[in-house]
């Protein structure tokens, strides 16, 4: 059983494509996220969604929209698809009640644009 | 700005060698420091969280410490199997949403 589950594990296309990654968890968490892992391994946070409401928006090109249907899944939906969107894009989830806010990670897509 | 600064970046080890990665960051008002392990095509995966300087917390061959500045990932005696990416990263008090600024990682090889 997998907690958090990403489609698809990897996506090539071209330049200018439209495309879409989806996320899904299983553990009852009320926060779900997209962060950004570059060529050097870095990690960066994208967008947070608790309770299907938006409430982490970092500096991201509006050609990236997150949407969330309910609280158990989160959908990254790419425009106009760029060389520099290459990267391995991981959802997250986590509970925003209780001690422990850490988060459980998806496997990853790794996006590669050509 | 939240920052944190891992160090060294690669680390390689012979089995049983004992060593320590060093997590330096910048936060104003420490929620949570974690420690999470990602191996090579897959997620992170969360090891530890600290909350308050002086905070120890132990997994197998891991210990993870923490002080007003720095955290410290203790490997003692590792194995081949304990090769992966460590990676830091703080949570700021007060701040909603459960945002996490993560360090850029120690890639740990041991070598048998």
Partial sequence: DTA????PKYLVTQMGNDKSIKCEQNLGHDTMYWYKQDSKKFLKIMFSYNNKELIINETVPNRFSPKSPDKAHLNLHI????????????CASSSLKGANYGYTFGSGTRLTVV | EDQVTQSPE???LQEGESSSLNC???VSGLRGLF???QDPGKGPEFLFTLYSAG?????????????????FLHITAPKPEDSA???????????????LVFGAGTILRVKS
């Avoid at chain 2, 990416?85 to 945002?99: D, F, I, M, P, S």
């Fill in chain 1, 4 to 7: 958090v589950s990403q489609t």
């Fill in chain 1, 79 to 90: 425009n106009s698809l760029e060389l520099g969107d290459s990267a391995v894009y991981f």
């Fill in chain 2, 10 to 12: 690669a680390l390689r």
């Fill in chain 2, 24 to 26: 330096s960051y910048t």
């Fill in chain 2, 35 to 37: 420690w999470y392990r």
């Fill in chain 2, 55 to 71: 905070e120890e917390k132990e997994k197998e061959r891991l210990k993870a410490t923490l002080t007003k500045k720095e955290s």
């Fill in chain 2, 85 to 99: 990416t460590y990676l830091c990263a703080v949570q700021r008090r007060g701040e909603y949403g459960n945002k």
